[in-house]
Each structure stands twice: as structure tokens, then as C-alpha cells.
């Protein structure tokens, strides 16, 4: 089973950019796609983005977010430019199939989440 840890997340000022990243290890990354969810306190997991992990397709929420992934790497990324204080939320990845990529139902395999907090 692959295992996945985030890294990136930390305290910036509205405005700024973060790049998220999720290392897979354990094994090749082989599931259909990756995606990224955010969750903040007392809030329904949301989702971010979603990249098709062999064909490098992507889709995501709103145009400040970017997801990629590096193959040769075995590591996905999430770009969130002019971070706004609504953003802060714990960010998840996450290994899933080929429907519904929004739903978190689509994804069996999670990692442990990395914090960003965004001030005023």
C-alpha cells in the first residue's frame, strides 16, 4: 500500500503563495489520480484539485489553485497563489479512481495533512 505525506504548509500573510507537496512512498504511485481537499475547523472536507496521474489532465476549484504532479519524482504538488484567510484549513492528498474525483468517497488512501494558516 503507497503511503502519502504532505509537506509545505505553514503561517503566511494574505497575499502569498505556498507549494503544497505529496510524497508518495512505499511503492510507485499507480492509482488513477491524485487529489487535494482541504478541511477547516468545524467544516466539511473540500475539494481543491485533481490531476490524472498518468495523462497529467488536471481540474481544481478555482483558478489560484494548480495541481501537479512529477512522475519521475513519484510526488504531487498544489501551487495556491494569493492566499487568502478563508484558505486556512488543514490540506489533505490523496490516492483514488477514475469518477467522481470531488467526493472524498473516491479516494482510499489519505495522507496525514499539512496546516496553512493564512493571516490578515
Known amino acids: 500500500q503507497v503511503q502519502l505525506v504532505e509537506s509545505g504548509g505553514g503561517l503566511v500573510q494574505a497575499g502569498d503563495s505556498l507549494r503544497l507537496s505529496c510524497a508518495a512512498s512505499?511503492?510507485?504511485?499507480?492509482?488513477?489520480?491524485m487529489g487535494w481537499f482541504r478541511e477547516a475547523p468545524g467544516k466539511e472536507r473540500q475539494f481543491v484539485a485533481t490531476?490524472?496521474?498518468?495523462?497529467g489532465s488536471t481540474s481544481s476549484m478555482e483558478g489560484r489553485f494548480t495541481i501537479s504532479r512529477d512522475i519521475a519524482k513519484n510526488t504531487g504538488y498544489l501551487q495556491i497563489n494569493n492566499l487568502k484567510p478563508e484558505d486556512t484549513a488543514v490540506y489533505y492528498c490523496a490516492a483514488g479512481g477514475v469518477l467522481a474525483p470531488t467526493r472524498t468517497s473516491t479516494y482510499d488512501t489519505w495522507g496525514q495533512g499539512t496546516q496553512v494558516t493564512v493571516s490578515s
Open positions: 512505499g511503492r510507485t504511485f499507480s492509482a488513477y489520480r
Open positions: 490531476v490524472v496521474w498518468n495523462l
